[in-house]
């Protein structure tokens, strides 16, 4: 962390003002804290860069954004989300509100941006600012062509532009540890490269409850997961991320979440992460070298074995496919929360759904070829594949998505 990055992660966002705590933490804004004290409360250095200031304990250093050399920052564009019919009670729903002759989506998007709202609404010269809500969640977009109609007609009309502004939705961005210990201890058990952290970023946002881990791993601390420094058997989080396999690690825990991806999906991933960090890509010179292979042969028995493991030896387990959260991701997430025995509002899950990707998308350039299997790793990953579908058929009557299955 230095302040420059805290710097452009706000600018990125909109934000005015950018916070820096305990010598990691960065923290955006619009408005400056009601309270200032001396410089001496603002005692840590920052991890990425010595000499500069990034707060205390319970302290914020704060900068303005603007302060930041010209060109170097880049603001995340504006995304349009489609054409929307009106809730029933019209455009009452929506919170703040902005009228001016030649209204533009700039005009629209930065207002509802200074608002510190996640949506910018246009129809004709109007211009709304809201959240997703469960009477306007933006489910069922219409043709765009109802919402190009001149700005006088549009007025009258049912239809509105709906923009994604750069400010995060902050309705589910508050996360807590349990405020007593847990009952029941739940793994949220995956082979590395299924998405294991997208999940704990999706749990967390659901529920406002940190996840735990069996390991630690500092990036992902410094990226907001509290519960990385937390002692994984401390009962203080709503689950525990495992990868591990074998009877005593999984007869450990009460329950789990067993999330499975397809075995090619994982293996790339979980290469990449090992070359590369959690959002980078592994470079040719790795994919064209005897790691990829003696990697494959490796990992690709690991994935067999380990939901065969927590198959037998699990004590209640609830499978969830990484494809069918990506594809049906409320449906899917709501499946998990309430096997997690916690309850949460229609609003909250559309927050996290309009905060998905978190920011754990990988960065940079993709190799070249993607997935370099040969047919020989194919065989044998493919060999892997019927194994577990026929495991998890005997288990619960449901295999594996049809996509994994080789035809």
């Not at 990385?228 to 789990?256: L, N, P, Q, Y």
């Not at 020989?376 to 619960?396: F, N, P, Q």
Request: with cysteine; hydrophobic share 35%.
């Amino acid at each position: 962390m230095t302040v420059s990055h805290c710097q452009d992660a706000c600018a990125e966002r909109s934000y005015a003002y950018a916070g820096l705590e305990a010598g990691a933490e960065c923290y955006c804004g619009n408005r400056l804290p009601v309270t200032s004290v001396g410089p001496e409360a603002c005692n840590h250095e920052c991890k990425g860069e010595k000499g500069s200031v990034c707060g205390g304990v319970g302290w914020l250093s704060v900068y303005r954004v603007e302060e930041l050399p010209p060109g170097s920052r880049k603001r995340r564009t504006v995304t349009y989300r489609g054409c929307f019919r009106l809730p029933e009670n019209g455009t009452h729903t929506f919170p703040d509100s902005l009228a001016q002759a030649n209204m533009t989506v700039d005009a629209c998007s930065g207002f509802c941006s200074q608002k510190e709202f996640p949506l910018a609404i246009l129809r004709g010269w109007e211009c709304y600012c809201a959240y997703p809500t469960p009477q306007f969640n933006l489910r069922d977009a219409v043709d765009r062509a109802l919402c190009g109609q001149e700005p006088k007609a549009q007025r009258l009309a049912e239809y509105c532009a709906v923009y994604q502004t750069p400010v995060q939705d902050t309705r589910c961005t508050d996360r807590r540890f349990l405020p007593t210990k847990a009952k029941v201890f739940v793994a949220l058990s995956s082979f590395p490269g299924a998405g294991n952290t997208w999940a704990r970023h999706l749990i967390e946002h659901a529920t406002g409850f940190y996840t735990g881990s069996y390991y630690f791993d500092g990036t992902l601390y410094n990226k907001g997961f509290k519960g990385e420094k937390d002692h994984w058997r401390s009962r203080r989080t709503i689950c525990v991320k495992t990868h591990e396999s074998g009877r005593r690690e999984i007869e450990m825990f009460d329950s789990a979440i067993l999330l499975i991806r397809n075995p090619y999906r994982s293996l790339v991933a979980e290469f990449n992460r090992k070359c590369a960090g959690h959002l980078g890509y592994a470079a040719d010179r790795n994919w064209k070298s005897k790691e990829w292979p003696d990697f494959v042969r490796s990992y690709a028995a690991w994935w067999s074995s380990h939901v065969l493991d927590w198959l037998r030896f699990g004590k209640r387990l609830l499978v969830v496919h990484y494809e069918e959260l990506r594809h049906s991701l409320l449906p899917t997430l709501r499946e998990m929360v309430a096997f997690l025995n916690v309850s949460v509002s229609e609003e909250r899950l559309l927050c996290v759904e309009n905060n998905k990707e978190g920011s754990f998308r990988r960065r940079g350039r993709r190799p070249l070829d993607p997935e370099p299997f040969t047919p020989e790793m194919r065989a044998l990953i493919d060999g892997y594949i019927r194994t577990v579908d026929k495991a998890l058929r005997d288990h619960s009557g449901a295999g594996l998505p049809g996509e994994y299955v080789p035809r």
